[in-house]
């Protein structure tokens, strides 16, 4: 391991207008290294003291580099419900069971809540996952206080809560247990086929009021999705989620996010149109957003995918952000502003009308609530 400076990526989007692209991508990981990953490079996190990085430095090594290897990290939480006031976002509570998540995609905005751990937003975000093993219990614990109030909690708000690692933990169909028990809303969020294991529950939830589900699509394309979304479930796997979701009786939404400039944003009404056919009863749509070191990690993506289109769509990104690659004010973050985002919301507002999707999922009940009963609980005084 050497010490090494990364370029800049002013430097790279030089050497990718040039002849000389195929030095710029030297300058990322061995794609062998990264198969099934997202990110093309693990630099330092942004609170190391020093930045390193794996590169090429013309020697042999004796022995090759091995791939990057999910690990899987034990945290016991000392909570589990998280608040937030954001004024566009619909949900004032949430619950991550996972920190990280293998699903690998290039434009998550979570990456950058990696470099808290001490990790990098590229590679290891991905592969270093936090298995949140008491997720359970402190839930239970939490929804058994005495000035517990109810409001709707989100799933699937920073990382997949059905990402691989739920095959093994199953802590999101523990929480979801626990939800079913107590009559408690909640509202989930994935690109996984993996929730059609909990139907039985979401079916009860349901027909109860207190769950909602949006399905995430991003491609039609098998190819491009894989690209886009490495281990997540392929395009016809998420249709039939919303197949028998709607089918069971759970409202489903398609969350059509994010909408990449000159990547994926001719989809768009493809998405809704497939997603309406499998029962799809609301839609929604987010603009690619790049806060942090994901503009680096989604840049290098673009690079090694799709090094011929790196100047155009950057360019378009910019055009929707005030000239700049991001920006983070409440209620332009999520849909940016200029004449290509205003064309992109234009079509989406009438494909969601053409295809019915042009509703709100029907609101969840806050009124059934019972605390649950702790097992280690003193007996109260008379």
């Not at 979701?245 to 400039?261: D, H, N, W, Y």
């Not at 749509?285 to 993506?301: A, K, N, S, T, Y």
Request: with cysteine; net charge positive.
């Amino acid at each position: 391991m050497a010490l090494y400076q990364a370029p800049s990526f002013e430097a790279l989007e030089q050497l990718s207008r040039s002849r000389d692209a195929d030095l710029a991508r030297r300058e990322l990981l061995n794609p062998d290294r990264i198969r099934g990953r997202g990110a093309q490079s693990n630099r330092s996190g942004r609170f190391e003291k020093q930045s390193r990085e794996s590169f090429d430095d013309g020697w042999d090594n004796v022995e090759p580099l091995s791939i990057f290897e999910t690990v899987e990290h034990v945290e016991r939480a000392k909570s589990i419900i998280t608040t937030n006031d954001s004024p566009d976002i619909g949900f004032e509570r949430s619950i991550n069971a996972y920190r990280g998540c293998e699903h690998g995609c290039s434009y998550c905005y979570a990456r950058p809540s990696h470099a808290f751990l001490g990790h990098s937003a590229g590679i290891e975000f991905e592969r270093d996952i936090y298995v949140k093993v008491n997720a359970v219990e402190t839930l239970r614990a939490e929804l058994a206080a005495r000035n517990y109030k109810v409001k709707p909690i989100a799933m699937g708000t920073n990382t997949d809560p059905y990402q691989p690692a739920e095959r093994k933990h199953r802590l999101t169909r523990g929480i979801l247990e626990v939800m079913l028990e107590t009559r408690h809303p909640v509202m989930i969020t994935t690109k996984s086929a993996l929730i059609m294991r909990d139907l039985d529950i979401l079916t009860e939830l349901a027909r109860l009021g207190l769950v909602k589900v949006a399905i995430s699509m991003t491609s039609m394309d098998h190819k491009l999705s894989r690209k886009m979304e490495p281990r997540a479930s392929s395009p016809a796997r998420r249709l039939e989620a919303i197949r028998l979701l709607s089918e069971a009786g759970v409202p489903v939404a398609v969350f059509a996010s994010p909408m990449i400039p000159a990547i994926n944003d001719m989809e768009l009404e493809r998405i809704l149109d497939a997603a309406k056919a499998q029962g799809a009863t609301s839609a929604s749509m987010i603009l690619l957003r790049l806060p942090g070191e994901v503009r680096d990690v989604f840049r290098e993506w673009l690079l090694r995918h799709f090094p011929d289109r790196v100047r155009h769509v950057l360019a378009l990104v910019r055009d929707t952000r005030g000239g700049k690659d991001y920006d983070s004010r409440f209620g332009t973050r999520m849909t940016g502003e200029g004449p290509y985002a205003t064309l992109l919301r234009q079509r989406f507002d009438k494909a969601r009308e053409r295809y019915g999707l042009d509703v709100k999922l029907p609101g969840l009940r806050n009124d059934l609530f019972v605390a649950p009963q702790l097992e280690n609980a003193q007996m109260s005084l008379f």
